[in-house]
C-alpha cells in the first residue's frame, strides 16, 4: 500500500515496483535457462560438440521483446518525473541554502529557520542554491530528491500529506563532515504554519560581516544553529552573556559566555563542553582560525541575541 507523505510517492513507488519486477523476473528466468543448459548440454552428455543452425525469428524475439520493456520502463519513469518539473503557480516559495554542512531555509520577507516548517495539503515549491560544492536535496519518505550544484538555478515541489516529522538529507558526497548535513522537515496544519511564521524572526544575518564569514567558512554551521534548533553542538541563538551549564574534567558548573570563553572554546573545544553534548566531536581550530579574527566571531555572535 502506498504512503500519502506526498503527492509523488505513488509514482514514484509504481515505477521502481514495476522495473523491480520486470529485472527480478528475468533474473529468475534467465538463471534457471543458464542452469538448466548446463546441466542438459553438458561435456559429459554431448562429448562432441554439435553445430547449431541460427534461428532469425529468436534473435528477433529476443531483440523486440527487451527493447519494449525498457520502452516501457522509460515511459513509466517519465510519467511519473514529469510531475515533479511542473509546480503550481501558487506554491509556497521557500529558498534552500545548502553549505558544508548545513541546510538553510528562507521564507517569504527574509525569515529564516534551520527547520523547514511546511503546511499540510499545500504545495511547496523549493528554490535549490548551493554557497559552496554540489549537494543533494533528498527527502525520502517523499520521494524527492534534486541537486544543489554551485551557480545553476535548480528547484523541486510537492504537496506534503502527512503531518509529522521528517528526515531530510544530503545525497551527494559533500566533504567530511557529509554524514550530519541533514534537517527535519516538520509539516504541520496550516493554521498552526501561519502562527509559525508569524512568530519567525525576520534573518538578520549580514552576509557581509566578517565573523559571519569566518563562522561560514570554517563549517561551523554545519553543527550549530543561529535559530535555537538543537543540532550536533548547541545554538549560537542567545549565546553571547548567557550562563550555561559546561562539564569541565568530570565536574558541572556555570560559565558565562564571553570572549574568553568563545576563545577558549574555539581553541581548546574539548575543555569546557556544555552539559548535554558529547566531547570529541568538534575539532581544535588552532592555526585554521587566527587569534586576531576571533574577536570578529564573538562581534558576530552578539548580533544573534535577541533585542
Known amino acids: 500500500m502506498f504512503s500519502n507523505a506526498s503527492n509523488f510517492v505513488h509514482g514514484v513507488d509504481k515505477a521502481f515496483l514495476i522495473i523491480f519486477g520486470i529485472s527480478l523476473f528475468f533474473l529468475i ?21 554439435v553445430q547449431i543452425k541460427d534461428s532469425s525469428l529468436l534473435e528477433f524475439t529476443w531483440t ?7 520502452l516501457f520502463m522509460f515511459y513509466v519513469g517519465w510519467e511519473g518525473f514529469l510531475p515533479m518539473r511542473q509546480a503550481p503557480a ?12 548545513k ?13 523547514l516548517v511546511l503546511p499540510i495539503n499545500k504545495a511547496a515549491r523549493m528554490e535549490l542554491f548551493s554557497k559552496d560544492v554540489i549537494h543533494g536535496f533528498f527527502i525520502p519518505t517523499f520521494r524527492v530528491k534534486e541537486d544543489v550544484v554551485p551557480g545553476k538555478k535548480n528547484y523541486t515541489w510537492f504537496i506534503p500529506g502527512e503531518l509529522g516529522d521528517f528526515d531530510l538529507l544530503c545525497s551527494a558526497y559533500c566533504g567530511l563532515s557529509h554524514s550530519y548535513m541533514s534537517a527535519v522537515v516538520r509539516i504541520v496544519p496550516e493554521d498552526v504554519f501561519t502562527k509559525w511564521l508569524a512568530k519567525l524572526p525576520v534573518s538578520k544575518v549580514d552576509e557581509n560581516n566578517e ?9 561551523c554551521f554545519s553543527c550549530h544553529s543561529i535559530d535555537g534548533a538543537k543540532l550536533v553542538g548547541p545554538t549560537f541563538k542567545d549565546m553571547y552573556g548567557s550562563s550555561i551549564d559546561v562539564m569541565t574534567n568530570g565536574t558541572r558548573h556555570k560559565i558565562t559566555v564571553d570572549d574568553e ?10 575543555k569546557d563542553v556544555v552539559d548535554g553534548y558529547a566531547p570529541g566531536i568538534m575539532k581544535s581550530y588552532t592555526g585554521l582560525i587566527k587569534d586576531k579574527d ?12 535577541a533585542k
Request: proline share 6%; net charge positive; no cysteine.
Open 103 to 115: 541546510w538553510t531555509f528562507e521564507y517569504p520577507g527574509k525569515k529564516q529557520s534551520d527547520t
Open 211 to 219: 565573523g559571519y564569514k569566518l563562522v561560514e567558512k570554517n563549517g
Open 29 to 49: 528466468l534467465l538463471t534457471t535457462i543458464m542452469i538448466v543448459f548446463v546441466v542438459k548440454y553438458n561435456k559429459k552428455r554431448h562429448p562432441k560438440a
Open 261 to 270: 570563553y568563545i576563545k577558549n572554546s574555539i581553541l581548546d573545544p574539548n
Open 90 to 101: 501558487d506554491a509556497l516559495n521557500v529558498k534552500v541554502i545548502g553549505r558544508m554542512w
Open 64 to 70: 523486440a521483446i527487451p527493447m519494449i520493456l525498457v
Open 294 to 305: 576571533i574577536p570578529k566571531i564573538s562581534e558576530y555572535f552578539k548580533t544573534l541575541k
